[in-house]
């Protein structure tokens, strides 16, 4: 069985923070389960929602990202940030406090 390599620019660091996405929609409540400087991975609590185009990613660690959906694989979401974020001591990967 072949490896799959990872080529990722930036590294990913796993988390557990509650925060909340507006979009078009609305307000829906998520957890980020993954972090790097480019994007996270979070985790929908409405397991029903669907998610498309930009949506802002608000939480206290990282303050408020503009994103876009990249994936959704069911509660699952990947989010590309728009810029890259100021770094948030502790919580981004390669972050200095």
């Known amino acids: ?56 990613l608000v939480c206290a660690e990282c303050g408020d990202l503009e994103s876009e959906v990249v994936w959704q694989n069911g509660p699952l979401v990947g989010l590309k940030f728009m810029a890259v974020p100021r770094r948030a001591a502790g919580v981004v990967p390669g972050s200095k406090p």
Do not use: F, P
């Not at 929609?25 to 929602?49: D, F, K, M, P, T």
């Open 1 to 56: 069985m072949a490896m799959k390599l990872d080529r990722r620019a930036h590294g990913r660091r796993r988390v557990n923070i509650l925060a909340s996405l507006t979009h078009a929609g609305g307000i829906l409540s998520c957890s980020i389960v993954e972090l790097s400087e480019a994007g996270a991975r979070v985790r929908l609590v409405s397991e029903s929602a669907v998610l498309q185009g930009n949506v802002r």
